[in-house]
């Protein structure tokens, strides 16, 4: 079964920025679609960004102009870059894929506090 493994989370102070990584276990150059999602503390899980596989993005509207969502397929990896880091932002991270809905990593914790 694929897994996928989430990191680069932690402590940042407001204004500051984080590189989440998420490794999948195999090849993801065919998968149509990698997401980022985040689940804050009493809130449903949210999707964050998403890349297609034509390196298209889409991102929600509390986080489009400061995070950027890639892929390097020959890695099997997708990022998360996250700039002008808000309190809000704080929150488990997650990656997914269209093509496995249902499996989900551990998960990065972010938490932005000053």
């Known amino acids: 079964q694929v897994q996928l493994e989430e990191s680069g989370g932690g402590l940042v102070q407001p204004g500051g920025s984080l590189r989440l990584s998420c490794l999948v276990s195999?090849?993801?150059?065919?998968?149509?679609?990698m997401n980022w999602y985040r689940q804050a503390p009493g809130k449903q899980r949210e999707l964050v960004a998403r890349i297609t596989i034509g390196n298209f993005t889409n991102y929600a509207g509390a986080v489009k102009g400061r995070f950027t969502i890639s892929r390097d397929n020959s890695k099997s990896t997708v990022y998360l870059q996250m700039n002008s880091l808000k309190p809000e932002d704080t929150a488990v991270y997650y990656c997914n894929a269209d093509a496995w809905p249902n499996i989900w990593g551990q998960g990065t914790q972010v938490t932005v506090s000053s």
């Open positions: 195999r090849s993801i150059f065919d998968i149509s679609a």
